[in-house]
């Protein structure tokens, strides 16, 4: 499977996207994804690159996952991150435990008085751990659901540009950088046909200032092609202390043979 996307926000957020989906055996499943995502100068002013791979292997009812991915804008913050998880696959229900490790840096640049620049990184690294479930019920819904929490090495607060990066987490388009303390996340889906209808509802809560920011989006796929979907999505982003935002995107999905 091969999928494209792209997302923008009131904010001048947008989001650019690629990932493709390779099932090279009976249970075994290998990922890439390259994404781009641009945080404008009155928010984090980051422009960022996303590149994973991942593998996705099901020993009977028993399965595991590996992601490897890189983040970040060279020279400003970039994080490596590594995220396995186990799973067990039922019927209807899949229960998954997760876990993620991450390893940050944030580059501090300065012009001393000869104009010389002097750059100083400050490196932490975070750990995640949490856990999804997956309900099938009737033939036609699924209800799914993820917890996570989030531990990190260092003090937030002394960070260097950590009040500008600490907004990354303001737009739903941008969560991937963001530092968080702990993220929840529900949502029903309901097929029509061949035509499936997603509601989700997230909160996240920022490790910097513990503010939150709570998101509903609504997704339709639509089959336009024998191997070919598209999916619209729209959605609004409010929190008490960082922007309010609405946001939308498409993704068209092309599937192989």
């Known amino acids: 499977m091969l999928a494209v996307s792209a997302q923008v926000d009131d904010e001048a957020s947008n989001a ?7 099932a090279f055996a009976a249970r075994s499943w290998a990922s890439f994804s390259l994404a781009n995502t641009r945080s404008p100068r009155d928010r984090a002013d980051v422009t960022a690159r996303t590149l994973s791979a991942g593998i996705d292997h099901r020993f009977g009812r ?28 039922g019927e209807r ?61 260092r003090d937030l607060t002394v960070l260097p540009r950590i009040d500008r990066l600490n907004r990354l987490g303001a737009s739903t388009l941008t969560l991937a950088g963001s530092f968080l303390d702990a993220e929840m996340s529900l949502g029903l889906e309901w097929s029509l046909g061949r035509k499936l209808l997603d509601v989700g509802y997230r909160r996240d809560r920022s490790a910097v200032d513990r503010s939150e920011l709570e998101t509903l989006d609504l997704g339709v796929l639509l089959p336009v092609a024998p191997r070919l979907d598209l999916e619209f999505d729209l959605g609004r982003s409010v929190s008490p202390t960082l922007e309010s935002s609405t946001f939308a995107g498409v993704l068209i999905l092309f599937y192989g043979g």
Do not use: C, H
């Not at 996952?65 to 804008?73: L, M, N, P």
């Not at 012009?111 to 309900?135: D, H």
């Open 16 to 22: 650019f996207g690629a990932a493709f989906d390779w």
């Open 93 to 153: 229900l899949t229960w998954s435990a997760l876990y993620e490790q991450r390893d940050i840096d944030i580059t501090l640049a300065a012009t001393g008085p000869r104009g010389n620049v002097f750059e100083r990184t400050a490196g932490l690294s975070a750990t995640g751990v949490g856990m999804r479930v997956s309900l099938r019920f009737g033939e036609a819904g699924r209800f799914y659901a993820l917890a996570k929490r989030y531990d990190y090495s």
């Open 62 to 89: 028993l399965g595991a996952s590996v992601r490897v991915q890189q983040w970040g804008e060279p020279g400003e913050i970039e994080s490596l991150d590594w995220q396995p998880s186990l799973y067990i696959r």
